[in-house]
């Protein structure tokens, strides 16, 4: 009996060991290296709407305890967002609260962020033409571009004598002899840019009358002594008529 008990023991106290022995390591954390406390430097910040991320200055106490680690809860999450490197990225237009949190819960600090969305000025307004010299009926196009470069702005459309050119959207149709000019403006009337426009008549028809040739045979061949237009036999003939 007592050799089957301490058997028993013996095999009691082997699978506790295995079991220690195969357990994953625990890592214990020292009370030096424990939070105590997490503040972020900012206590307000702006960003801008489509502009660079702002840099967020985190202290977490002490300094053993680095790897610690933050959580970042914005009230409002449409509006800002923080990457793992504690970079602040504007979302939208707005303003909120942006908490930050410690793994464990304990500790927490925040800031105020406002998202704004800054406008382009614009600098100008040009045309890929200055000028342009074409016949009644024609027509051509004139491109407009603003700067700086890929903003979006409307421009107004105008010529000067609608008698010689009509403009729709940069389409130009020369209407009529004569020179006007056809310009943008933007919407606020500072910055302009025009081209000159020059129309002359319409492109005559091409005639073809018929030619009278007067000829005599010489030695069974012929041979041509004049071509004389048609109108001018029908001027002579007619001039004979009257005389």
């Not at 202290?59 to 800002?80: D, F, H, I, R, Y």
């Not at 100008?124 to 009926?137: N, P, Q």
């Not at 050119?165 to 302009?192: K, Y």
Request: charged residues 20%.
């Amino acid at each position: 009996m007592k050799t089957k008990t301490v058997c028993t023991l013996v095999l009691a106290l082997a699978a506790l060991l295995v079991a220690a022995l195969c357990a994953p390591a625990v890592k214990r954390v020292s009370a030096a290296e424990a939070v105590t406390d997490i503040r972020v430097e900012e206590s307000e910040i702006t960003l801008q709407l489509g502009g660079e991320p702002v840099q967020l200055t985190v202290t977490v106490t002490p300094a053993s305890a680095q790897s610690a680690g933050v959580v970042w809860l914005a009230e409002n999450p449409n509006v800002v967002a923080v990457d793992y490197d504690n970079r602040a990225h504007a979302l939208s237009e707005g303003t909120t609260v942006l908490h930050m949190i410690s793994n464990e819960g304990k500790f927490r600090d925040s800031l105020t962020v406002t998202v704004i969305k800054t406008e382009i000025e614009l600098q100008g307004v040009s045309l890929d033409k200055t000028e342009y010299a074409g016949r009644v009926g024609d027509q051509f196009y004139l491109i407009p571009s603003v700067t700086p470069e890929g903003m979006e702005a409307s421009v107004v459309w105008r010529s000067s004598d609608t008698g010689v050119a009509i403009v729709n959207n940069g389409t130009v149709m020369l209407v009529g002899e004569g020179t006007c000019t056809v310009s943008i403006r933007d919407e606020s009337g500072r910055f302009t840019a025009s081209c000159a426009v020059r129309v002359t008549a319409e492109t005559p028809k091409e005639t073809s009358d018929a030619g009278l040739v007067i000829g005599c045979s010489v030695g069974g061949g012929v041979v041509a002594v004049a071509v004389v237009a048609a109108g001018v036999a029908f001027g002579l003939k007619k001039r004979r008529k009257n005389g």
